[in-house]
């Protein structure tokens, strides 16, 4: 065998085994990246969920404290016209000039109770897209709850006894209210808890 014979042998003998093992690297390379890639968006995905879920509670906060701060401005305006209606000149007279003052305070609570319950609404909502599903539910129940929890500082004279709707036709104490917005919000926790714990 001549040797320009043996080195075309040869050269079709590594082109033979070379392209395959070329090849294969390639494809082992490929699939690594791609699963790097898909890791990465898991990674990704994940953050944007939990971040989206601290939202939910944070806002709920929020809202628990905005709705106690209008409720006590409420039941201080409340106090301000009672003593207006009283008989003794002394008190009515200072009724009257802390009433101005007190009528702000109470619609700036308002105002921020409402933004608080805006921004639940809206975390809730971009949960809703971002996820997890497991979350979906007990995140609209709070907001639900929150709609409620604003009564007490949108007038004066509210009890906490005072029948509130709950739903179109079932009517429950305002303090059931409180009480299942605490039950709401501990319900999300644990939710969330077991969700991001069991991934």
Same mark, same amino acid.
């Given at each position: 065998m001549s040797i320009e014979a043996v080195t075309s042998l040869v050269t079709a003998t590594v082109a033979v085994v070379g392209v395959p093992a070329v090849y294969l690297q390639a494809r +082992? +390379? !490929? &699939? =690594? #990246? @791609? +699963?790097?890639g898909r890791a990465q968006l898991h990674h990704a995905r994940q953050t944007s969920q939990h971040a989206a879920s601290v939202e939910v509670l944070a806002a709920a906060d929020e809202l628990k404290r905005?709705?106690?701060? =209008?409720? =006590?401005?409420?039941?201080? &305006? *409340?106090t301000i016209y009672e003593d207006e209606a009283s008989g003794d *000149?002394?008190?009515? $007279? !200072? +009724? #009257? %000039?802390? !009433? %101005?003052s007190a009528e702000r305070r109470h619609e700036e609570a308002l105002d921020h109770a409402f933004e608080a319950y805006e921004r639940l609404v809206k975390a809730v909502a971009r949960l809703e897209l971002e996820g997890p599903d497991q979350l979906i539910e007990s995140a609209a129940r709070l907001a639900d709850l929150g709609d409620l929890l604003q009564l007490p500082g949108r007038t004066t004279g509210f009890d @906490?006894?005072? &029948?509130?709707?709950? *739903? %179109?036709? %079932? $009517?429950q104490p305002f303090t059931w209210v409180v009480s299942q917005f605490g039950e709401a919000r501990h319900t999300f926790i644990r939710h969330s808890r077991s969700y991001f714990n069991d991934i």
């Open positions: +082992a +390379a !490929r &699939l =690594s #990246a @791609e +699963a790097a905005a709705c106690d701060h =209008s409720d =006590s401005a409420a039941w201080w &305006l *409340t *000149t002394g008190r009515r $007279q !200072r +009724a #009257a %000039e802390q !009433r %101005e @906490e006894d005072d &029948l509130v709707y709950v *739903t %179109e036709r %079932e $009517q």
